[in-house]
């Protein structure tokens, strides 16, 4: 089973201010790698697949880079609906499908 | 509109059964493989099953297999997970969503397995 680790478990960040997310993956995903979003009491929400692919209708201050086992996800412009908890996926080898602990993005 | 709506959670007692549904709209259900995902309370997502377009592959993650069963019925738009020797840790939030890379999920729906 790949593990999916995810850093910093929180991030404290201001409006406006870009937020650097990282996934890190047990042995290589190649580029199959998505990111999602989760508010609370909600489903999440797609943003990116294919590691640096944005969903339909994701704006363009989310970006997704990396491939093998190191991902990153980077939000250029902090919104305040952009507080949120965000996960990584991968599918490059399943079953299990898997994600990452999370990280938990809030307003400092 | 695509949409996905889960129902059937309910508060069962340890060793019990449920029947969980997700009814599908605004699209072609039949073309899509499903998934189960569920999520305990205050902790990240964890996949349990998938099922192909044709149900003719269905996978469960190890926590659940020999307890829980996934099935779809495309007549219907819709997606089945029969839960079987509930376990207080299959206390969650579960959603069904769409594709191996889930574009489009639930709100989702609780089960509480307590006494």
């Known amino acids: 089973e790949i593990v999916m680790t995810q850093s910093p478990a929180t991030l404290s960040v201001s409006p406006g201010e870009r937020a650097t997310l990282s996934c890190r993956a047990s042995?290589?995903?190649?580029?199959?790698l998505a990111w999602y979003q989760q508010k609370p009491g909600q489903g999440p929400r797609l943003l990116i697949y294919g590691a640096s692919t944005r969903a339909t209708g994701i704006p363009a201050r989310f970006s997704g880079s990396g491939s093998g086992t190191e991902f990153t996800l980077t939000i250029s412009s902090l919104q305040s609906e952009d507080f949120a908890v965000y996960y990584c996926q991968q599918y490059n080898n399943w079953p299990p499908l898997t994600f990452g602990g999370g990280t938990k993005v809030e307003i400092k | 509109e695509v949409q996905l709506v889960e129902s059937g959670g309910a508060l069962v007692q340890p060793g019990g059964s449920l029947r969980l549904s997700c009814a599908a709209s605004g699209y072609s259900f039949s073309n899509y493989n499903m998934n189960w995902v569920r999520q305990a309370p205050g902790k990240g997502l964890e996949w349990i099953s998938f099922?192909?377009?044709?149900?003719?592959?269905?996978y469960y993650a190890d926590s659940v297999k020999g307890r829980f069963t996934v099935s779809r019925d495309n007549a219907k738009n819709s997606l089945y997970l029969q839960m079987d020797s509930l376990r207080d840790d299959d206390t969650a939030v579960y959603y069904c969503a769409r594709a191996v890379t889930p574009d489009f999920w639930g709100q989702g729906t609780l089960v509480t397995v307590s006494s």
């Open positions: 099922v192909s377009s044709s149900s003719s592959t269905v």
């Open positions: 042995q290589s995903v190649s580029n199959n």
